[in-house]
Structure formats: structure tokens, C-alpha cells
């Protein structure tokens, strides 16, 4: 069975889910004394600080609050740092139970089974003060620039859309 989670930005609401899990967690009833199933959850290799690989273990905030919700529903989480394409691939083949990380657009709602978001938030640019591009004004402000990307992530709507653009 395929499970997917989103993928957006937002520390307040991660926190929040974190401790109402936490607290789910506490309240439930011990667990059985068998060994839980493990679900393998496939995510970016390196996205920090939401997750990354750090002594050989995936950590940070989406790696964290992902587990927490597959322990929370009975089974043990597999977390598997991968480039995104293979992600995307592996849960396409059904080789995974989860991936994290999407941002939820339609067609990814309608070709796998997502649920999320976890947390919430919005990508942003970030650049130094002194930057021309301090002040870009928008998708407009960036015609005529080499802008760099992630294959197969989306960065909204309007910007994924935009043919004038050179990415």
C-alpha cells in the first residue's frame, strides 16, 4: 500500500503536530508484545534541516515528525535518504510504503495516495541584503537570470508554469 506525505514548510505548526503526537503517543495503551511491521519511507537525501544524514541516521524536523507518525499508527519507520527523482520512481514501482516531502498538487493527489500535509509554510527566495535581487519584484524581476532547481520538486504554480523564465 502506497502512503505519501506532503511536503511544505512551517516550524509552529510541525511543533505542534509533534507534541500532539507525542501526547497521543503517552496516552495510548502499551504495545503488543510483537515485533512491529517496518514500513520503508523514502525522502530527499539531503534537505536540511527537514532532513539530512547525520552519523549515518536521517534526522531533523520532517524526519522526526514522519516517524512519529508511523510509530503512532503501529509500525516502525525505514527512513531511506535518496536523490528525489529515485523517490518518486521507487514509489511509483510500489517499492515503498511511504515518501515524504511532496508539495501537494492535484495531479500528485491524483496519482498517489497522499495525506498531509504534516506541517505548512511557503518557498521562499533568500539573498543577501546587498543583492540586486534583494528587491526582485516578483517572477518578473527574474526574466533574464539563470535560476538553479531541483529536479522534480515544484516551487508553486505561477513559477512552475512560467515559460519566460531561463531554469
Known sequence: MRRCFGRPAGFLAASLLAA???????????????????????????FPPYNYVEAGRVVGLDAEIVS????????EP?????????????LEQGDLDAAFQFVGRPERFEKYHMVGPHRSGQTVFAVRQESDLADYGGLAGLRGRRIGMVQG???GAAFDTATDLDK
Open 78 to 90: 525505514k527512513l531511506l535518504p535518496l536523490p528525489w527523482n529515485r523517490v518518486q520512481q521507487l
Open 68 to 75: 512519529a507518525i508511523v510509530r503512532q499508527a503501529g509500525a
Open 153 to 155: 520538486y515544484t516551487y
Open 20 to 46: 500532539s503526537l507525542l501526547a497521543a503517543g503517552l496516552a495510548a495503551p502499551a504495545a503488543a508484545e510483537s515485533p512491529a511491521e517496518s514500513w520503508r519511507v523514502a525522502c530527499d537525501e539531503n
